[in-house]
Nanobody, 113 residues
Framework: QVQLVESGGGLVQAGGALRLSCAAD????????MVWYRQAPGKQREQVAR???????TYADSVKGRFTISRDNAKNTVYLQMNSLKPEDTAVYYC???????WGQGTQVTVSS
């Protein structure tokens, strides 16, 4: 059974930073592509950042240059460093292994203007 536990969200002022973590269990973490998604109120869930097994990264245009995804295979954890946050980054953030179907509870990020 796959378990994904996101943490690190909170309330921050525009221009601030947060670091999200996602601990994965029930998968061979090092063999999985990991993805961060977010869902803002009234909007569809969107992909934010992706990291391959080898560590290659891709980002949504809206976060490129501000967010950094990384992984620690020894800790079965994927991170999302978010800098220069904007009010439009407000959302619930989720992680998932790319081919999996299970979602965690997400972590709320709120950016005030």
């Amino acid at each position: 059974q796959v378990q994904l536990v996101e943490s690190g969200g909170g309330l921050v002022q525009a221009g601030g930073a947060l670091r999200l973590s996602c601990a994965a269990d029930g998968i061979i973490f090092s063999l999985n592509v990991m993805v961060w998604y977010r869902q803002a109120p009234g909007k569809q869930r969107e992909q934010v950042a992706r990291i391959s097994r080898a560590g290659s990264t891709t980002y949504a245009d809206s976060v490129k240059g501000r967010f950094t995804i990384s992984r620690d295979n020894a800790k079965n954890t994927v991170y999302l460093q978010m800098n220069s946050l904007k009010p439009e980054d407000t959302a619930v953030y989720y992680c998932k292994n790319e081919l999996g179907h299970s979602w965690g509870q997400g972590t709320q990020v709120t950016v005030s203007s």
